[in-house]
């Protein structure tokens, strides 16, 4: 225990740490608990006159063992109290600093020793006061260095604590000291919860955009968007001649709806139709291929219903006496069925459908040319296609070796959290 003698240079010294803590230094728990708070149980028996073995002190276990995430303000007051005897409102100068850190192993952590200097030489400059030494001990700086060396030197002994031992090769050793479970086991949660979020984010961002190259790769959205806007624009825009008809400006009902089938309809799939060594070949457009059947259909109360033309008897027996001729057999079937009153009066759609196949492109599209019919007697023409692709390792601007290779890159992406997580039992 230090008999302190207080002499005018520790007043003068008093008076300016003073100053410190009611200036940037004061916090408003350091002032209430100077104002008539409890004392901490060690100030209570320094007050009662007991001998206390500063060893034993919170503030020197706690940065012995490296635990500062752990030191609290009243810890470093009631280590103020033992220097002061009493009195923890007073500051320290640089002797009584050495006093307090007496009994505390500086090489227990290695900043400590640093912080330790600084907390000399300012206590040289009018003394230092409590908060002051527990801002320099509780820095972030000195908090991640503690935490690290906590992390790395921790092995779980016992139902309660969790040892630590902080020694490290060059340093002195220091003393044993224990840790509540749920200190540790909230402070590695932390710990891997943060370490965690780092590691696996270079890899989730690798994922997701391999897996955003593998989607647009494969669907080829714009080259199918391309085709199907293609094949759209020729069925509005198509006219058996000059004057039309048109889809979108000449049908208003169901008997001009008629009039567009037989004049520019069947025309605009079947009008450009040629014998070849393969058979005959009808180009629809500037780029796509009739294939296979041209049907009509109506669709009422969701119901649809639908003929095709190419394959009825009136048809066939066109071809057989006009062989090639497959516009004029298509357009005998829609005249059959429109005097035979095929199409109902409340029908609420009404339209031509077939299939295209782009040799280019290897895509084939189904197109959809019709008229819808509201409850209001509104009549809206539309024309809609959808296209797909035949390979899709195989399409025009595209190496078939880097679609494999993205897929690859793609599959061990996917097996490796399998893998490692298959290991872990």
Not at 158 to 168: L, M, Y
Request: proline share 4%; charged share 20%; net charge negative.
């Amino acid at each position: 225990m230090v008999a302190s003698g207080r002499n005018g240079s520790q007043g003068a010294a008093a008076a300016v740490c003073s100053r410190h803590i009611s200036g940037s230094f004061s916090s408003p728990s350091f002032s209430q608990e100077s104002q008539g708070q409890e004392p901490a149980r060690w100030s209570n028996l320094l007050k009662g006159g007991y001998e206390v073995n500063p060893a034993k002190l919170p503030f020197v276990i706690k940065l012995n063992s490296s635990a500062l995430h752990e030191l609290t303000l009243n810890d470093v007051k009631e280590a103020f109290s033992y220097v002061y005897d009493k009195n923890i409102e007073e500051c320290l100068d640089a002797a009584q600093v050495q006093k307090l850190f007496e009994n505390v192993n500086l090489n227990a952590l290695p900043p400590l020793a640093e912080v330790y200097e600084k907390i000399v030489n300012e206590s040289g400059d009018g003394g230092i006061d409590a908060y002051a030494v527990y801002r320099h001990l509780t820095h972030r700086s000195m908090l991640r260095v503690s935490s690290s060396v906590v992390a790395r030197h921790m092995d779980v002994s016992g139902e309660g604590t969790v040892s630590v031992n902080t020694h490290r090769p060059g340093f002195a050793a220091p003393s044993f000291q224990g840790i509540p479970r749920h200190k540790f086991i909230e402070r590695t949660s932390w710990r891997i919860n943060r370490d965690d979020a780092f590691l696996t984010l270079p890899f989730s961002l690798s994922f997701i955009l391999v897996f955003i190259v593998v989607v647009f790769t494969h669907l080829q959205i714009h080259a199918r968007q391309q085709m199907e806007r293609g094949l759209e624009g020729w069925m509005k825009g198509y006219g058996n001649d000059y004057p039309g008809p048109y889809l979108f400006e000449h049908v208003a009902d169901r008997s001009q709806m008629w009039d567009w089938l037989v004049s520019s309809g069947a025309s605009a799939v079947l009008g450009k139709c040629e014998n070849t060594t393969t058979g005959t070949v009808c180009q629809v457009g500037p780029r796509n291929e009739f294939v296979g059947n041209l049907r009509i259909f109506q669709e009422t109360d969701s119901v649809e219903t639908s003929m095709w033309l190419l394959s009825s008897d009136e048809a066939k027996a066109h071809l057989t006496s006009n062989p090639g001729d497959i516009l004029g057999a298509a357009v005998v079937k829609l005249g059959q069925l429109r005097n035979s009153g095929w199409l109902q009066r409340d029908s609420d759609t009404m339209g031509l459908a077939f299939t295209t196949y782009n040799r280019k492109t290897r895509m084939f599209a189904v197109t959809r040319a019709m008229a819808t019919y509201d409850k209001f007697g509104f009549v809206v023409p539309s024309s809609v296609s959808r296209a797909i692709f035949v390979d899709p390792y195989h399409f025009q601007g595209n190496d078939p070796l880097v679609i494999y290779l993205l897929d690859g890159i793609y599959v061990l992406l996917v097996l490796y959290p399998i893998i490692t997580e298959l290991r872990e039992f």
